[in-house]
C-alpha cells in the first residue's frame, strides 16, 4: 500500500430542505455574497427565488450564464472582476459542476493581482481563495466534495484540472429533489462521469481488497439507481443514492493507498470537449471500453476478471479471457442501454482534427505515466476505435 496523506474539509449537508442552513453557514463567511449559477435551470426549479429569499439581509451580486464546459473568458474572467470590484466576501455556486468549477477558479482569482490563468496553469500557487458553498443541483462531477475545477479556453483548446487544497468547498448543500428536473440526458451523461471516476481509481496498481469492494458497490449503486432515476425522475431514493455516489468519486477517497492511474480516459475525454464541446459524461462512456479493450493485456486481466464477476455478476467459472471480454462489452451495452451515444460521430466528432487532439493530448496529459502507459500510437487507436 502506498502512502498518503489525505483531507476533505467539506462540510456536506445532505437531503431533503438540507439549506434550512444555508443562512448559518453564510452568515459565518461575511454579506457580501457573489452568486454564481448557469443558463437559468435553477430558476426553473424554483431555488433560486428560495436563495434569494433566505439570503435576504445579505449583499448579492450576481454571475449568471456560466455555460457547461465553463469558460475562463468570460465567465472566469467576469466573476473575478465582480469579486474585486464588490469586495466579496464569499462565492455562493448554485448549479451542476460546471458553475461549482467555474466559482472555484474565481475564488482563486478574486485573491491574485495578475492573471488568473497563472493559477490555473500552475505558474503561479494561489496563497489564497475565497470561500465557497455549493446548492448542487445534478449528479456528476463530484466537485462538490473536491478541490478541483477544469476551466475550458476556447482560443487555446485547453481544458485544464486545477486542482488546490484551497478550494474545497465549505459546505455543499446536497438536496436530491434538486435533481428530479436533470434531463434523461444529463443524468445518463452523470451516471457516466461518476462510474468512470470510479473505473479510473479501480483499474490501477496496488489495489486493496477495501477499495475494490468501495469501488465495486459504487458502479453497482450507480448502474442500479441510474436506470430507477430515468424511469421515474422523481424517485427520492434513487436520485438520492445517485447523488452520493457521484459525490464520492473525485476526492481521491476510492484510492487511498492506491497508485495513482493517472486517469486515462478524462485525460483522453478533455480534449474532446475541449475542441468540439461535447458533453462530458458521454465522452467518456465513448472511450471508456475502447479504452478497456485497448489495455486488455496479460498484466491486467485479472483486474478485468475482478471487475466482470463482482460489477457485472458473470460466471465466475468461464475462462479468464471470455470474462475479461464480457466485462467490457457489458460496460459498453450498459452506457448504451441509458441512452448515451456510443460513438464520436454522434456527438459530432470526425476524422477531421483527430491528429491534432492526439497530439495535444500526448503532449499535455502525461498519460505515458498512466497504468497501462499511452503513447501517441495507442491514443490514436483508442480514438479511431471510437470514431
Ligand atoms: O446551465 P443550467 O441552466 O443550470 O443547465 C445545466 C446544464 O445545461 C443543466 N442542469 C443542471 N442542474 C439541473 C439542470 N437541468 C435541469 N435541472 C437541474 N436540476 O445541466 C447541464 C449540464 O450542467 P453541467 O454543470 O455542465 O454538468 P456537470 O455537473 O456534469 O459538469 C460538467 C463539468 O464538470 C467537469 C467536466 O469536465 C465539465 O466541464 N468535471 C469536473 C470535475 C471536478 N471538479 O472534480 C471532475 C469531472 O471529471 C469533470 O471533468
Ligand atoms: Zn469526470
Not at 483531507?7 to 434550512?20: D, K, Q, S, V
Not at 442500479?224 to 473525485?250: F, H, I, Q, S
Request: net charge negative; aromatic share 8%; glycine share 8%.
Amino acid at each position: 500500500m502506498q502512502n498518503f496523506d489525505y483531507m476533505t474539509p467539506t462540510r456536506l449537508i445532505f437531503g431533503e430542505n438540507a439549506i434550512a442552513k444555508l443562512h448559518d453557514v453564510m452568515a459565518g463567511l461575511g454579506r457580501r455574497v457573489l452568486l454564481t449559477y448557469g443558463g437559468g435551470s435553477i430558476k426553473k426549479i424554483g431555488l433560486y427565488d428560495r436563495v434569494k429569499e433566505l439570503l435576504n439581509d445579505f449583499e448579492i451580486t450576481e454571475l449568471p450564464g456560466i455555460q457547461p464546459n465553463p469558460k475562463y473568458d468570460p465567465s472566469v474572467l467576469e466573476g473575478v472582476r465582480l469579486c474585486k470590484e464588490n469586495n466579496i466576501d464569499a462565492i455562493l455556486s448554485v448549479g451542476g459542476g460546471s458553475v461549482l468549477d467555474c466559482s472555484k477558479a474565481i475564488a482563486a482569482g478574486a485573491k491574485y493581482d495578475g492573471d488568473p490563468w497563472d493559477l490555473i496553469t500552475y505558474k503561479v500557487k494561489a496563497k489564497a481563495a475565497l470561500p465557497i458553498v455549493d446548492i448542487l443541483t445534478l449528479a456528476a462531477t463530484g466537485s462538490e466534495y473536491d478541490c478541483g475545477g477544469v476551466i475550458s479556453r476556447t482560443d487555446t483548446n485547453d481544458k485544464i484540472g486545477y486542482v488546490d487544497p484551497l478550494l474545497f468547498p465549505v459546505a455543499s448543500f446536497l438536496d436530491p429533489r434538486y435533481t428530479f428536473t436533470v434531463s434523461r440526458k444529463q443524468t445518463a451523461a452523470g451516471c457516466a462521469d461518476a462510474m468512470n471516476h470510479t473505473i479510473e481509481q479501480y483499474f490501477c496498481e496496488d489495489s486493496t481488497l477495501l477499495n475494490d469492494g468501495f469501488c465495486e458497490s459504487m458502479l453497482r449503486s450507480l448502474m442500479v439507481n441510474t436506470r430507477k432515476c430515468l424511469e421515474n425522475p422523481e424517485d427520492y431514493t434513487a436520485r438520492a443514492e445517485m447523488m452520493l455516489c457521484c459525490t464520492y468519486g473525485c476526492n481521491g477517497i476510492l484510492s487511498l493507498g492506491s497508485s495513482d492511474s493517472g486517469w486515462p480516459c478524462h485525460g483522453i475525454e478533455h480534449a474532446l470537449s475541449a475542441y468540439y464541446d461535447i458533453t462530458h459524461g458521454e465522452g467518456l462512456a465513448i472511450i471508456t471500453p475502447r479504452w478497456m479493450q485497448h489495455i486488455l493485456n496479460e498484466h491486467t486481466l485479472d483486474r478485468f476478471v475482478k471487475y466482470g464477476i463482482n460489477v457485472f455478476g458473470i460466471d465466475a467459472s468461464l475462462p479468464e479471457q471470455e470474462i475479461a471480454r464480457k466485462a467490457i462489452d457489458a460496460t459498453y451495452a450498459f452506457f448504451e442501454s441509458i441512452g448515451i451515444p456510443m460513438h464520436l460521430r454522434e456527438v459530432g466528432i470526425g476524422e477531421e482534427r483527430l491528429d491534432e487532439m492526439v497530439h495535444h493530448i500526448a503532449v499535455n496529459e502525461g498519460l505515458e505515466n498512466a497504468y497501462v502507459p499511452l503513447t501517441e500510437k495507442d491514443i490514436k487507436e483508442i480514438l479511431v476505435a471510437s470514431l
